[in-house]
């Protein structure tokens, strides 16, 4: 990035866990060694790994102070969820904890946990004495192939998801894929989602590595160590280009995003009252990667078997392709308004094919930005609903498919 520099070492490394006594010296940086730390985990790995990761600090000299977050062992959702704690008032309090027990500049957050605490940590890490430390000991799938391998930390707000936070980057990130047999299957697939994102818009080798094997193997698959282990090594190898390597375009930020304007809000929704069933944010995205395809397809910018291989491959993998019959489609119109990315229209990244996203010359610059009418997201929602219900989506009347793309695109694509 322009500007500092931002970098993060991310190990992955089965057992690494087990070996912190070893190990911990040599991620934890330096000035943090004669300083007091502080580990946050959740309630609910806490009692897993806890004492384990404490234990392997304080045997390699480290001075450690524990504190635990709230997590829903089972919420409304029928799983395991810190996401309903992911708040202004966690956050706090956990500054509150680490301000009245010892912190110094030389201080270390250590985040041990999914996507929830590990962007929790982010945040608490760059507001405190203006930026401590961090690390990161992620423990699911959604971290490690996803959401610790990033710079951006968020909580969230009653309007929406992740709208507070900041560019914050966490000096080690450990990834150790044996933690991972501890999850549902559920909250497997829920990482899958995102690293099956990087796939559909940077990859279709990462794709296959993805779905061939739990196309040939079932669901057994999403228990194998080794298989996880994979996924995580591609899925890093994949993303990183996208925190570094395309200055001249918005690429690396379209395709961290993608399926996220439509997901963010379905999510949300899916959350609101009890007439719906809670989606994951993995699920959420998964559904927003199909109609983000719809949309491509309406503008021209990618053919329909782009738009059927997104939900052959997504539910092949596992994952949800439909909005639920619950949500409305108004609904998710309105709550997209409060995506970050909102700026009149809502804006997103769109396949041109699989593994590759659709791009055009704007301001002398490629972009992978595309400003949707309200009309098309409206088409693409109800396309989205017609395959869920088998039956044939209405035609857009009075709207021409070259009018769409003139007024997304402006000009041709250069797919």
Not at 60 to 65: M, Q
Not at 184 to 205: C, D, F, M, P, T
Request: charged fraction near 20%.
């Amino acid at each position: 990035r322009d500007g500092k520099e931002l970098r993060t070492e991310i190990l992955v490394k089965k057992g690494a866990l087990r070996n912190l006594s070893v190990l911990a010296k040599d991620f934890l940086p330096q000035s943090c060694h004669g300083a007091v730390n502080f580990l946050v985990t959740d309630t609910i790995i806490d009692p897993i790994y806890g004492d384990l990761v404490v234990d392997g600090l304080r045997n390699a000299g480290l001075t450690v102070f524990r504190i635990i977050v709230p997590a829903d062992s089972a919420d409304v959702s029928g799983e395991a969820s810190g996401e309903p704690h992911k708040t202004t008032a966690v956050m706090l309090k956990c500054c509150d904890e680490i301000i009245a027990n010892g912190v110094s500049k030389h201080s270390c957050v250590i985040s041990l946990g999914g996507g929830v605490v590990n962007n929790l940590c982010g945040v608490i890490a760059s507001l405190i004495y203006r930026g401590l430390s961090l690390v990161h000991i992620t423990t699911t799938t959604m971290g490690m192939f996803d959401a610790a391998i990033d710079f951006k930390q968020a909580v969230n707000h009653p309007l929406g998801k992740n709208l507070l936070g900041c560019y914050y980057p966490a000096s080690t990130i450990i990834m150790d894929p044996e933690c991972l047999a501890s999850l549902s299957e559920r909250h497997v697939l829920n990482g899958i989602s995102e690293a099956l994102k990087h796939g559909l818009g940077q990859s279709v080798e990462l794709v296959e590595l993805i779905a061939g094997p739990l196309r040939d193997h079932g669901p057994a698959m999403l228990r194998d160590v080794d298989y996880l282990e994979r996924v995580c090594k591609n899925s890093v190898e994949t993303k990183c280009p996208t925190l570094d390597h395309y200055h001249s375009s918005d690429f690396n930020e379209m395709v961290p995003q993608y399926g996220h304007a439509v997901g963010h809000a379905v999510e949300h929704i899916s959350w609101a009252g009890s007439e719906h069933k809670p989606l994951l944010h993995g699920e959420a995205i998964a559904i927003g990667m199909c109609v983000s395809a719809e949309i491509a397809l309406l503008l021209g910018l990618c053919g329909e078997d782009c738009v059927e291989d997104h939900y052959e491959v997504i539910q092949t993998v596992g994952l949800p392709v439909f909005v639920p019959s619950s949500i409305g489609l108004d609904a998710i119109r309105k709550k997209m308004m409060f995506d970050k990315h909102f700026v009149q229209k809502p804006v997103m990244g769109l396949p041109a094919e699989l593994g590759c996203l659709a791009h055009r010359e704007s301001a002398g610059k490629r972009s992978y930005a595309w400003a949707i009418e309200d009309s098309v997201l409206e088409a693409a929602l109800v396309a989205n609903v017609s395959r869920r219900e088998s039956v044939q989506p209405p035609p857009l009347y009075n709207v021409s498919v070259a009018t769409l793309f003139s007024q997304a695109a402006g000009q041709d694509c250069l797919c």
